[in-house]
DNA sequence: GAACTCTTGTAAACACCGTTCACTGAAACC
DNA sequence: GGTTTCAGTGAACGGTGTTTACAAGAGTTC
């Protein structure tokens, strides 16, 4: 069964302990506590030996990063696993408020990630669920059809691009989508939605709502409504929850 | 004219250099440039002396961060201000575009400011422009009457702070307004536009659309127009621009 | 089993960081 | 003129990322 040698075992374990010390002081302590000192700290070995495993400190932090898009899409994951229904729409709200709820349990991660004004994020580390959804969501009827020609027509190479990605990652679950059923209208009102959905998201994160907000999962709750309207689906559909 | 003693001007001086310097090492290299270090090498004296104007490495960053509003709210008064039409549409189009454009110009600013966990924006330091202009916004007939009752009970007293808010911000420049005419439903729209806003120019500056947008532009002119559709501006006054 | 290479770690060093502290010299005050 | 106030210095402490030379064990080859 276990074909790695010794010694690839021993590395593999090490590198495994590595991103989890990085991932631990993170979540305690912030970004500019994970220091390749601490972490070599936390593993009882020294700082150089970490350039064994890693180019420098910022390739650490973008492991880091994509570990934790990885583990988020797990979560995603398991958040719409237990949502029994059917019903798109409400795997839509589900996936929507796991999102909230991870950004809010883990904010140091949350800035990290989203926050950082660096490389593009590939859009298969963090979005594979949204993306996955979005297809199956936009592919399903329930989705009222908007109108190609209500999209300004310097976005149509940029959307049908995103098509593209959205019906590939829809394909690799092995459900195939018609064409035109996944219109540029449609895409659309995905994006804007992930507007929407990121904008709450941060602004309650980062305390960026211009007044002090009580109670947010109320009005995330309401902006969830509103923006499942806004994307087509009937009321009674999203009324189910 | 000048009250102030020979000292107190030195130490203004010195006060504006300082943080001048920490703004240039921001804006040339990031947030971890902005170091005590490097902000006394730029004024020609030792780091420890930059104890004496603050108490410490995070005062100083607290203190990039209120000039930083400052200057934008600045600019965004002066994009305002170039705006030559009374209509509020237009205005309020006007500011949003000045914020996006702004933030794009800024990215390492934007990124200390609006997407940093850390302790909540006083309302006034980047707000007052657009509370200012919500407040118009709000009080001005153009926008529809959305009922109160559309907005969920358990936002009311949220919402009806910030209302307060907004009418102290309104009547600071002379502008009274009746109660009934800013009612809650108008303020939630405010809020979700701000959503919106801030959705949209945040994932433009850290790149975190789901797919690569080669123009972005009209992506946000787009949402723009659906924004202030939403918030209930009739299209031929949205359609002035 | 000996000789060899590859790998993983160490220790020391360098330059940089925030921060503290004792000290200096000049400005301001009485 | 003597005293106080205060901006600035230099040295120091412990922290950081990173490089370098070196040791020691694991795996391989003969």
Known sequence: ???ATRRERLRAETEREIRQAARALLVESGRDAVTLRAIARKLGITAPALYRYYDSHDALLRQLCDD????MASALYA?????????VGCQVRAVC??????????????????????DPLGADQFG???LQLAGRL?????????????????????LARFQQVLMDAVSVHGVTVEDDVL??????????????????VALEVFGRFPFTVSNPEPMFDSMLDQMLTDIGFQEDDSAVH
């Not at 936009?138 to 059809?145: D, G, H, K, Q, T």
Request: proline share 5%; with cysteine; hydrophobic share 45%.
């Open 128 to 130: 594979s669920v949204f």
């Open 183 to 200: 219109n540029l209208g449609k895409i659309y009102h995905v994006v804007q939605s992930w507007v929407r959905l990121y904008g709450h």
């Open 68 to 71: 934790i898009c990885a583990d």
């Open 138 to 158: 936009i592919a399903s009827n329930l989705v009222a059809n908007h109108a190609d020609d209500e999209v300004p027509e310097v976005l149509h190479e940029d």
């Open 97 to 118: 408020k796991a999102f909230r709820r991870w950004a809010l349990a883990h904010p140091q991660e949350f800035a990290l990630v989203f926050a950082s004004p660096r």
């Open 1 to 3: 069964m276990t074909e």
């Open 79 to 87: 958040d719409l696993a237990a949502e029994p229904s059917g019903h």
